[in-house]
């Protein structure tokens, strides 16, 4: 039994034509979306928002408004505020600084086409796709002004997930030469940001960065902070319809089932969390299409305020809640999407949650039962458990820089050189495989532990897939601290870097006994698992190093690792340890010999570590 039916989508697939005009007869209608916003609109007429003014670029700018633009990259990506509603915060994700960044980016994707054929392009065509956030239809428009002022062709994919629109760039007949992703992912629905995308993946920071600095030139020099003409409406387009049939044509024919190849899936119960995000389509589109019973799931209908809980596989709550469905419904399998579904967790058959470590050491068994031998890369925060996990099935285990884009982009780089990389993974549930594009998809992660699964079935075992991580040690302690940086917000990422390289000269002089920076070997990372020694260095987006730490009595017990976060103005310290009372005495020694004697706590407030150090787990 189907826990939904399928959505009507109603809007016809169009090719990359050129620009197209809708017919007059239409009349004025409402433009409606799968988000279920609309807006009047006469068809025959275009969509003004205000027009705007321009100012030379050689004119003087004010620093401020040039970073009003400049503080909305978040690492790979962009976010900030969209709406009214969180204490301490102004909205900064305005339609005319998304307008202009989007605008940089049509023009950054134009001259990249140009360079690379080495003439003048025409047509370049560039889809937008997006969660259910309240705040997306009045971004939409802003997003396809930028591009048409580009000279791009836009295509609206309405209601869309990250993966998806990665995927519009390479399936057909779409074949887009780019593509946009309006989402923030788990955080609050008063936020919202942009993804980008080209056919070679996900942009890195340092290209991100500049389009936003010429976005924040365009912004500072426009005399009116408003949107521009929309001369030409976007093309609507179904996508997810063809992206989940390309997941359909992956189940079937890799399980190819001996009885029924169609639904290779019938006789197996799933329940979906899709937390209100873009994930239902997984449900109707993917698993009833294949066979599955959905019957039990949750949270399917997408909802931009996310009333029931946040849509991510490390909430607890919606962990807690696939939980107690698989359970209740005696299901085979649980999976938990975030808002944008390129991560996901699973709960199995006994109703243990796989995420974390968990979910890295499952794929990594199905990984490497298929690619002997392969490197997994995650960031540093991983276990020691896990390592050993890895290792003693034959794999190696690179540790490198915390941030989805380092993972994913050190995997890349490590195939390049040489080294076999199939897997690469960080703890908050973002994965990619090399079979795959290198792409972080939840619901291609999930599609991987779905025929592993069947195909246990088919071989005659009943354990279900957590029997895969039955030898997965798990850590005895785990601590996350923050310390909030003291200082003017523009200064904040300098003096957070002033911090964590004192961490490093602590540890290389000696001053921590015992504490010593980690490295991984073979993959050329050293130096607390940040520096590549290759002839190709990946520059640093923030700044972060791993301490393994040792002592007389228990050997190596646990690590250290310090990391300054690109979203605020903190600094993110994780501890984990081997042994009970572990982490309690690497916090002192932290705060005592390192914090505390370097002087860096003069502007740093340690109040957690104060806290986590005189009352323990308490804290």
């Not at 709550?317 to 299901?331: E, G, K, P």
């Not at 957070?496 to 602590?506: D, K, L, P, Q």
Request: negative net charge.
């Amino acid at each position: 039994m189907a826990a939904s039916t399928s959505p009507n989508f109603s809007t016809s697939l169009h090719k990359n034509t050129p620009k197209t005009n809708y017919p007059s007869s239409l009349g004025n209608k409402s433009l409606h979306t799968k988000l279920g916003f609309s807006f009047p609109v006469p068809f025959n007429k275009s969509i003004c928002v205000k027009p705007c003014g321009t100012a030379k670029y050689d004119e003087v700018v004010v620093d401020e408004e040039l970073d009003k633009i400049r503080r909305l990259q978040n690492g790979s990506d962009v976010r900030g505020v969209a709406l009214e509603g969180e204490k301490g915060r102004t909205v900064d994700l305005t339609p005319p600084a998304v307008e202009a960044i989007s605008e940089s980016f049509g023009e950054w994707v134009i001259n990249g086409l140009e360079k690379e054929r080495g003439n003048p392009v025409e047509n370049v065509s560039v889809s937008l796709g997006r969660d259910p956030r309240i705040s997306g239809s009045k971004l939409s428009v802003a997003v396809f002004a930028g591009l048409a002022r580009a000279g791009c062709m836009v295509f609206d994919m309405g209601l869309a997930t990250t993966p998806a629109c990665f995927m519009s760039t390479l399936l057909p007949p779409f074949f887009y030469d780019a593509s946009i992703m309006m989402t923030a992912s788990h955080l609050p629905y008063t936020r919202n940001g942009l993804k980008f995308f080209t056919k070679r993946g996900g942009l890195t920071s340092l290209e991100v960065e500049e389009i936003c600095d010429k976005a924040a030139r365009k912004y500072a020099n426009r005399f009116a902070k408003v949107s521009t003409m929309l001369n030409v409406l976007p093309t609507r387009v179904d996508f997810m319809s063809t992206y989940a049939k390309h997941l359909r044509e992956i189940i079937k024919e890799r399980i190819n089932h001996p009885l029924h190849y169609d639904t290779p899936l019938q006789g197996f119960q799933i329940i979906v969390n899709a937390g209100n995000g873009s994930g239902g389509f997984f449900t109707w589109d993917v698993l009833d299409k294949l066979g599955a019973d959905t019957f039990g799931s949750l949270h399917l209908n997408p909802d931009g305020m996310f009333p029931n809980h946040i849509p991510n596989p490390e909430d607890k709550t919606a962990m807690a809640l696939t939980r107690a469905a698989v359970l209740d419904n005696t299901a085979d399998l649980g999976i938990v999407f975030d808002t944008d579904v390129d991560r996901s967790g699973v709960v199995d058959n006994k109703g243990n949650p796989i995420n974390g470590d968990k979910l890295i050491a499952l794929m990594s068994a199905i990984v490497l039962r298929e690619h002997p031998g392969s490197a997994i890369v995650t960031d540093a925060r991983t276990s020691m458990g896990l390592t050993r996990f890895i290792t003693d099935k034959g794999g190696h285990h690179c540790l490198y820089r915390v941030g989805y884009r380092n993972v994913i982009d050190k995997g890349v780089q490590l195939n390049k050189d040489g080294i076999e990389t199939h897997l690469m993974m960080e703890t908050s549930g973002h994965g990619a495989l090399k079979e795959n594009h290198f792409l972080d998809d939840g619901a291609y992660m999930v599609v991987k532990i779905i025929i592993e699964m069947v195909r246990m079935k088919l071989a005659g075992s009943d354990e279900g897939i957590g029997s895969l991580i039955k030898d997965l040690e798990e850590p005895c302690e785990s601590v996350e601290l923050r310390i909030n940086i003291i200082s003017e917000p523009r200064l904040a990422k300098a003096k957070g870097s002033e911090a964590i390289e004192t961490f490093r000269n602590y540890i290389e002089e000696g001053r921590l006994k015992g504490w010593e920076l980690d490295s991984c070997g073979d993959c050329w990372v050293s130096e607390g698992c940040l520096i590549d020694t290759n002839d190709t260095p990946t520059p640093i987006d923030a700044h972060m190093y791993r301490a393994k730490v040792s002592n007389d009595e228990h050997g190596e017990h646990g690590w250290v690792h310090m990391r300054q976060s690109i979203h605020n103005p903190n600094i993110a310290v994780n501890l984990q340890s081997s042994i009970h009372g572990g982490c309690l005495s690497m916090a002192r020694a932290f705060r005592d010999e390192f914090l505390k004697s370097s002087g860096v706590d003069t502007f740093l407030d340690i109040t957690q570590i104060d806290k986590f150090v005189e009352n323990g787990p308490l804290a």
